[in-house]
């Protein structure tokens, strides 16, 4: 819900602050469409490859593996709802939303490794 009143704000002040048209009810239903879609991908993505608890190279492969394909469902769904002229980068939107909803579950840290409930020996 943040995301999607943060993105509906922006392009409210967006009409008001530079001239961008003003959001009809259906863009503003496209926008959220978009949003629930991403969302749902990424949570999809991590429940198979949760977020590992430390950062590193895996991060970074990972969010490659998710934003790459992310970006390409995007501009299939902006054809299928804004067809060959759209009005606002729903591909965008769509990876940001699928790429933090990804981060949403979290590996727990393996038994080897130094945890907070475990200390050090």
Do not use: C, D
């Amino acid at each position: 819900m943040g995301l999607m009143a943060f993105f509906f704000s922006f392009y409210l002040g967006g009409h008001y602050l530079l001239g961008f048209s003003f959001p009809t009810p259906g863009i503003l239903l496209q926008i959220g469409t978009s949003i629930l879609l991403g969302s749902l991908l990424g949570l999809v993505f991590s429940r198979f490859w949760p977020l590992p608890p430390k950062a590193g190279l895996e991060r970074v492969i990972r969010t490659v593996l998710l934003v790459i394909p992310a970006v390409g469902f995007g501009l299939g769904l902006q054809i299928a709802l804004q067809g060959p002229n759209p009005t606002q980068a729903l591909y965008l939107v769509f990876a940001l939303s699928a790429w933090l909803s990804s981060g949403l579950i979290v590996r727990l840290p393996e038994a080897g490794q130094n945890s907070p409930s475990k200390p050090a020996k």
